[in-house]
């Protein structure tokens, strides 16, 4: 039989770290270090242009360390697949860093099992439940999230008969309603890559495939390590019911949200390279960033009493400017007017739909609901750039009313659609959940 990881004599695989939003601050790195060797000769100049060197100094006085551990940082996708592919598990974007970090170092050191057991570990209910909720950004899933809630329920109970064979057919039915050739994820030679993805990469998904597919043609009642699709749905493997096991579906499914989220994009396929920034904007980046620290070090999260500091609801020009809650209440406001092409102008650009057809998505989840009221229960600033507000709304689905508790998730984004400390100039508040399906 062909191992489908054995490469021939002189193929190179393509590495992670090589795709162009980490290859960019790599170099974007480099070129700080850069002016860090020449700023002694660059100083006496810029101090007649009125620059303020003193900040840009400081700002450059961690770069040989930050350089370092970029290097660091960006070979963990590679080591953490090269170390996990075959046994199940590969990295995704939301997948905590620290963690991948620590399996990476057990693993180098030869501790695979140790390694794994962490990972396991890693998939609490609790943080299944925080990658569920972020599922919802896929339009596709959102009809599956009620059995992907019911598996969650199994899982913390602790019944992973139920549990993993949801999680796989879930998993292998988004892939086929998004896939171009509508191939599920199980499908014989099916593609998922995508362009600038960690987890849409050949080491990554395309291994994974490959390891889940796996024939199975013999009962066996010893447990399993591996999630194997068939021989579990087919009842050959019939020691899949463990916490691995299910952890590794979970994990399968939320690599898969990388892909999915890009195929409804329409950003499989590469996008056109921005051109290297000028040492003009190098430099104007370094200030930025001395900039964003220093916001970043006076950053503290409010602590809001509805009704006293701001109104439980209300018109958005009852909130202060540039906050968070008044963006949720632009939001709502359009809302209530069936204003659909304002209220995607609200969702955060990384998160919503391509911006050509983001109406017609919001529309399309809204039109048959109608607003009445809404009541801002609790505000909470969880990081400097990320707040949650709990609220009541009370809408009609094509007439029938019902009322909801629901969490709103909003980011602070810079012009870039990065993340931003609140405050920053420019920087604009938009939601991360915008549906409540």
Same mark, same amino acid.
């Given at each position: 039989?062909?191992?489908?990881?054995?490469?021939?004599?002189?193929?190179?695989?393509?590495?992670? &770290?090589?795709?162009?939003?980490?290859?960019?601050?790599?170099?974007?790195?480099?070129?700080?270090?850069?002016?860090?060797?020449? $700023?002694?000769?660059?100083? /006496?100049?810029?101090?007649?242009?009125?620059?303020?060197?003193?900040?840009?100094?400081?700002?450059?006085?961690?770069?040989?360390?930050?350089?370092?551990?970029?290097?660091?940082?960006?070979?963990?996708?590679?080591?953490? %697949?090269?170390?996990?592919?075959?046994?199940?598990?590969?990295? $995704?974007?939301?997948? %905590? *860093?620290?963690?991948?970090? %620590?399996?990476?170092?057990?693993?180098?050191?030869?501790?695979?099992?140790?390694?794994?057991?962490?990972?396991?570990?890693?998939?609490?209910?609790?943080?299944?439940?925080?990658?569920?909720?972020?599922?919802?950004?896929?339009?596709?899933?959102?009809?599956?999230?009620?059995?992907?809630?019911?598996?969650?329920?199994?899982?913390?109970?602790?019944?992973?008969?139920?549990?993993?064979?949801?999680? *796989?057919? *879930?998993?292998?039915?988004?892939?086929?309603?998004?896939?171009?050739?509508?191939?599920?994820?199980?499908? +014989?030679? !099916?593609?998922?890559?995508?362009?600038?993805?960690?987890?849409? #990469?050949?080491?990554?998904?395309?291994?994974?495939? #490959?390891?889940?597919?796996?024939?199975?043609?013999?009962?066996?009642?010893?447990?399993?390590?591996?999630?194997?699709?068939?021989?579990?749905?087919?009842?050959?493997?019939?020691?899949?019911?463990?916490?691995?096991?299910?952890?590794?579906?979970?994990?399968?499914?939320?690599? !898969?949200?990388?892909?999915?989220?890009?195929?409804?994009?329409?950003? *499989?396929?590469?996008?056109?390279?921005?051109?290297? /920034?000028?040492?003009?904007?190098?430099?104007?980046?370094?200030?930025?960033?001395?900039?964003?620290?220093?916001?970043?070090?006076?950053?503290?999260?409010? #602590?809001?009493?509805?009704?006293?500091?701001?109104?439980?609801?209300?018109?958005?020009?009852?909130?202060?400017?540039?906050?968070?809650?008044? +963006?949720?209440?632009?939001?709502?406001?359009?809302?209530?007017?069936? %204003?659909?092409?304002?209220?995607?102008?609200?969702?955060? /650009?990384?998160?919503?739909?391509?911006?050509?057809?983001?109406?017609?998505?919001?529309?399309?989840?809204?039109?048959?609901?109608?607003?009445?009221? $809404?009541?801002?229960?609790?505000? #909470?600033?969880?990081?400097?750039?990320?707040?949650?507000?709990?609220?009541?709304?009370? $809408?009609? !689905?094509?007439?029938? /009313?019902?009322?909801?508790?629901?969490?709103?998730?909003?980011?602070?984004?810079?012009?870039?659609?990065?993340?931003?400390? &609140?405050?920053?100039?420019?920087?604009?508040?938009?939601?991360?959940?915008?549906?409540?399906?």
């Amino acid at each position: 039989m062909i191992n489908p990881f054995k490469q021939s004599k002189g193929f190179q695989e393509p590495q992670i &770290r090589k795709i162009p939003s980490i290859r960019k601050m790599l170099e974007e790195m480099t070129n700080f270090v850069a002016i860090k060797r020449a $700023f002694p000769l660059i100083k /006496p100049f810029l101090r007649l242009l009125k620059v303020d060197v003193n900040r840009i100094e400081d700002a450059l006085a961690r770069v040989d360390e930050l350089a370092e551990q970029a290097q660091k940082l960006t070979s963990i996708p590679d080591r953490f %697949n090269d170390h996990f592919a075959e046994r199940g598990w590969i990295i $995704f974007d939301r997948m %905590n *860093l620290e963690v991948a970090e %620590n399996a990476v170092q057990k693993a180098d050191a030869g501790d695979l099992d140790s390694a794994e057991a962490d990972l396991v570990d890693y998939y609490s209910p609790e943080t299944v439940k925080g990658h569920l909720m972020a599922m919802r950004a896929i339009r596709a899933f959102r009809p599956r999230m009620r059995l992907a809630e019911k598996a969650l329920e199994d899982y913390e109970a602790e019944r992973y008969h139920g549990c993993v064979p949801v999680v *796989l057919a *879930l998993t292998d039915g988004l892939v086929n309603e998004l896939h171009q050739q509508r191939r599920g994820f199980f499908a +014989k030679d !099916v593609d998922l890559k995508a362009w600038d993805s960690i987890a849409a #990469h050949s080491k990554g998904l395309g291994k994974l495939t #490959h390891v889940l597919q796996k024939r199975r043609c013999k009962t066996t009642t010893d447990p399993i390590t591996i999630p194997y699709r068939n021989g579990i749905l087919h009842g050959m493997d019939l020691g899949y019911d463990n916490r691995m096991v299910a952890a590794k579906a979970w994990a399968t499914l939320f690599a !898969v949200r990388d892909w999915a989220i890009r195929a409804e994009q329409g950003l *499989l396929e590469a996008q056109p390279e921005e051109p290297s /920034p000028s040492w003009r904007e190098v430099l104007k980046r370094v200030r930025e960033n001395a900039e964003e620290k220093a916001r970043l070090q006076q950053w503290k999260p409010r #602590h809001i009493q509805l009704g006293r500091d701001v109104p439980a609801s209300g018109a958005p020009d009852a909130y202060p400017e540039g906050t968070p809650e008044r +963006k949720l209440a632009e939001y709502l406001d359009y809302w209530k007017k069936r %204003n659909f092409g304002f209220m995607a102008r609200c969702i955060a /650009p990384t998160f919503g739909p391509p911006p050509k057809i983001a109406p017609a998505r919001v529309r399309e989840e809204f039109e048959r609901k109608k607003l009445i009221s $809404f009541e801002m229960k609790e505000i #909470h600033d969880e990081a400097a750039a990320i707040t949650v507000i709990d609220t009541k709304l009370q $809408f009609e !689905v094509d007439g029938q /009313p019902t009322e909801t508790q629901l969490a709103f998730r909003l980011v602070n984004s810079d012009k870039g659609s990065r993340p931003a400390t &609140r405050g920053k100039p420019g920087s604009e508040w938009g939601l991360v959940f915008w549906s409540v399906s």
